[in-house]
């Protein structure tokens, strides 16, 4: 694979990141993963408005960088002839240097697609006060993911496959990787975003395609004592797209959420971005 490291073309086992890059020694750092169906990125605007936006809250000046993005996207899916990937974009706070004249840089690189077959994954639900959670308003995806990944970890010891964060108000907020929805009575629930949970440019495809299903949409305020009431619960994120899950034994028939795996499936396999 030939990987994009900061205006230079290099094989993946040859890339390198200068020691003294910001976004290696303070995590000075956005980046997205970019679903590629066909060769073609799904909801690239979406993705640059996030990065905007995160490099606003962080103060990183890269209007300029960020308009190179989609045709070095290009250059990167042809020459690595891609079909299907997850790409990676990540922009850092470049070279230390005098901190004004500091150089932004880019990176890009992808991994492929997993299947995850064996649905409903079990979920476990973790207090956040336990973990280092950098949460900014708006959510930005900055490399600062330590409390995420610690979580992540603790899950998997537990032998589940994702942890759900609870808020230190009692409000379930979203997962280390992934958003969370729920269902119950014909009504898509997911925690609202005023929580600072990451925008999710699957959650945002799924609310589309749950409305054209005729499902009623509610970014809510969501307590953990009420997650016995629902009727389904799933994750979402580019990598997994919808994936029904369980906890502490919680059954569901996942009747909307199995249509909703298949319609963002669908959507995926056909190669555009836009719910019609
Ligand atoms: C904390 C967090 N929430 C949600 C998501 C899902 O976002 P998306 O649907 O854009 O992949 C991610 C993706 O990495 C994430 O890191």
């Given at each position: 694979?030939?990987?994009?490291?900061?205006?230079?073309?290099?094989?993946?086992?040859?890339?390198?990141?200068?020691?003294?890059?910001?976004?290696?020694?303070?995590?000075?750092?956005?980046?997205?993963?970019?679903?590629?169906?066909?060769?073609?990125?799904?909801?690239?605007?979406?993705?640059?408005?996030?990065?905007?936006?995160?490099?606003?809250?962080?103060?990183?000046?890269?209007?300029?960088?960020?308009?190179?993005?989609?045709?070095?996207?290009?250059?990167?899916?042809?020459?690595?002839?891609?079909?299907?990937?997850?790409?990676?974009?990540?922009?850092?706070?470049?070279?230390?240097?005098?901190?004004?004249?500091?150089?932004?840089?880019?990176?890009?690189?992808?991994?492929?697609?997993?299947?995850?077959?064996?649905?409903?994954?079990?979920?476990?639900?973790?207090?956040?006060?336990?973990?280092?959670?950098?949460?900014?308003?708006?959510?930005?995806?900055?490399?600062?993911?330590?409390?995420?990944?610690?979580?992540?970890?603790?899950?998997?010891?537990?032998?589940?496959?994702?942890p759900v964060f609870i808020n230190n108000d009692g409000y379930i907020t979203e997962c280390a990787i992934r958003n969370i929805f729920f269902i119950k009575d014909n009504v898509l629930l997911t925690p609202?975003?005023?929580?600072?949970?990451?925008?999710?440019?699957?959650?945002?495809?799924?609310?589309?395609?749950?409305?054209?299903?005729?499902?009623?949409?509610?970014?809510?305020?969501?307590?953990?004592?009420?997650?016995?009431?629902?009727?389904?619960?799933?994750?979402?994120?580019?990598?997994?797209?919808?994936?029904?899950?369980?906890?502490?034994?919680?059954?569901?028939?996942?009747?909307?959420?199995?249509?909703?795996?298949?319609?963002?499936?669908?959507?995926?396999?056909?190669?555009?971005?836009?719910?019609?």
């Amino acid at each position: 694979m030939m990987i994009y490291a900061n205006g230079n073309w290099v094989k993946a086992e040859d890339a390198v990141i200068p020691f003294n890059d910001q976004g290696f020694l303070y995590g000075e750092s956005l980046f997205e993963t970019i679903r590629t169906n066909h060769g073609k990125p799904f909801r690239i605007e979406k993705h640059l408005e996030r990065l905007q936006s995160g490099m606003q809250t962080i103060r990183m000046d890269g209007k300029a960088l960020l308009d190179t993005i989609p045709a070095l996207l290009q250059t990167f899916i042809a020459k690595n002839e891609i079909k299907q990937a997850l790409i990676r974009v990540m922009i850092t706070r470049g070279a230390i240097s005098s901190a004004s004249d500091a150089k932004l840089a880019l990176y890009i690189s992808a991994r492929g697609v997993s299947r995850f077959e064996d649905w409903p994954f079990e979920v476990i639900f973790f207090e956040e006060k336990n973990y280092p959670i950098l949460r900014f308003h708006p959510a930005i995806k900055s490399g600062n993911y330590l409390g995420n990944m610690l979580a992540k970890k603790d899950a998997e010891a537990a032998g589940a496959f994702e942890p759900v964060f609870i808020n230190n108000d009692g409000y379930i907020t979203e997962c280390a990787i992934r958003n969370i929805f729920f269902i119950k009575d014909n009504v898509l629930l997911t925690p609202t975003i005023e929580l600072g949970v990451l925008p999710g440019v699957i959650r945002d495809t799924i609310m589309e395609l749950a409305r054209k299903r005729g499902l009623q949409v509610q970014e809510a305020l969501i307590r953990y004592d009420q997650l016995a009431e629902m009727d389904e619960a799933f994750i979402s994120s580019t990598g997994v797209g919808v994936l029904p899950v369980t906890w502490n034994g919680f059954e569901s028939n996942y009747k909307h959420s199995q249509v909703l795996r298949k319609d963002l499936q669908l959507l995926f396999e056909s190669g555009a971005s836009d719910v019609t």
